[in-house]
């Protein structure tokens, strides 16, 4: 059997996994169950109550399933601040972070659909953010995934940035934020994170995801062609 082959057989998940996939998702279809049936008004379309479920499972997936390999301390902690520097990047454009804001404090956002509740949202004189549960966990298991990709790539620190930035999977969501206006600032910053082109988003971030594990997985990136 290739190699390759036995990465794919990998992907496949076993007994256990399955049935702990079963108890994630019947508890999801609970939380929108009991949203809808306790909130008065309660948004319904299946959009905005599903998609936020796929960047929380393909989050946490990626947080429990992706290791990085084996590396010396110096460049743990390149790859750390390259994924520290990504992922502020990611939130900044993302509409997670802003500079500027009205001052009116933090405020608890809990009538809203489940993934998007609980929502924390400050907003400073200099400084706003707004932590929603779906897109801080997805802009997390990117960030995550770029610390691997820098640490397990080949050819060495700068190898692995050069391997980085080759891989469009890196900057898409970047790209894609920027052009689709999604940060914001002050009051505008919910706004602008809640009502985005949902789908648009979503489908950058598993596009994201895939390249991002197929680097780290099967090395997929110019310097590993390359090299090949």
């Given at each position: 059997?290739?190699?390759?082959?036995g990465?794919l057989?990998?992907?496949?998940?076993?007994?256990?996994?399955?049935?702990?996939?079963?108890?994630?998702?019947?508890?999801?279809?609970?939380?929108?169950?009991?949203?809808?049936?306790?909130?008065?008004?309660?948004?319904?379309?299946?959009?905005?109550?599903?998609?936020?479920?796929?960047?929380?499972?393909?989050?946490?997936?990626?947080?429990?399933?992706?290791?990085?390999?084996?590396a010396?301390?110096?460049?743990?902690?390149?790859?750390?601040?390259?994924?520290?520097?990504?992922?502020?990047?990611?939130?900044?454009?993302?509409?997670?972070?802003?500079?500027?804001?009205?001052?009116?404090?933090?405020?608890?956002?809990?009538?809203?659909?489940?993934?998007?509740?609980?929502?924390?949202?400050?907003?400073?004189?200099?400084?706003?953010?707004?932590?929603?549960?779906?897109?801080?966990?997805?802009?997390?298991?990117?960030?995550?995934?770029?610390?691997?990709?820098?640490?397990?790539?080949?050819?060495?620190?700068?190898g692995?940035?050069l391997?980085?930035?080759?891989?469009?999977?890196?900057?898409?969501?970047?790209?894609?934020?920027?052009?689709?206006?999604?940060?914001?600032?002050?009051?505008?910053?919910?706004?602008?994170?809640?009502?985005?082109?949902?789908?648009?988003?979503?489908?950058?971030?598993?596009?994201?995801?895939?390249?991002?594990?197929?680097?780290?997985?099967?090395?997929?990136?110019?310097?590993?062609?390359?090299?090949?």
């Amino acid at each position: 059997m290739s190699t390759l082959d036995g990465d794919l057989r990998g992907l496949v998940p076993e007994g256990r996994s399955l049935a702990l996939w079963a108890v994630v998702l019947n508890t999801e279809l609970l939380a929108v169950m009991l949203y809808l049936l306790l909130l008065p008004g309660a948004a319904t379309d299946p959009v905005l109550l599903g998609f936020p479920f796929v960047w929380l499972n393909v989050a946490g997936w990626v947080l429990l399933r992706v290791r990085a390999a084996p590396a010396s301390a110096r460049r743990r902690a390149v790859a750390a601040a390259v994924a520290v520097g990504y992922g502020l990047v990611l939130g900044y454009v993302g509409g997670v972070v802003g500079l500027g804001g009205t001052g009116g404090g933090l405020r608890v956002v809990l009538a809203a659909p489940p993934g998007f509740a609980p929502s924390f949202v400050y907003s400073g004189s200099s400084l706003a953010v707004v932590v929603t549960p779906w897109k801080v966990a997805g802009y997390l298991a990117l960030s995550y995934l770029v610390y691997v990709t820098v640490v397990d790539a080949s050819g060495g620190v700068a190898g692995g940035l050069l391997g980085l930035f080759s891989c469009v999977s890196c900057v898409l969501p970047i790209v894609a934020s920027v052009v689709g206006g999604f940060a914001g600032v002050g009051a505008t910053l919910y706004q602008a994170a809640l009502y985005q082109s949902y789908g648009l988003s979503t489908a950058v971030f598993l596009a994201s995801v895939g390249l991002l594990y197929a680097v780290h997985r099967f090395d997929v990136t110019l310097v590993g062609w390359l090299r090949s």
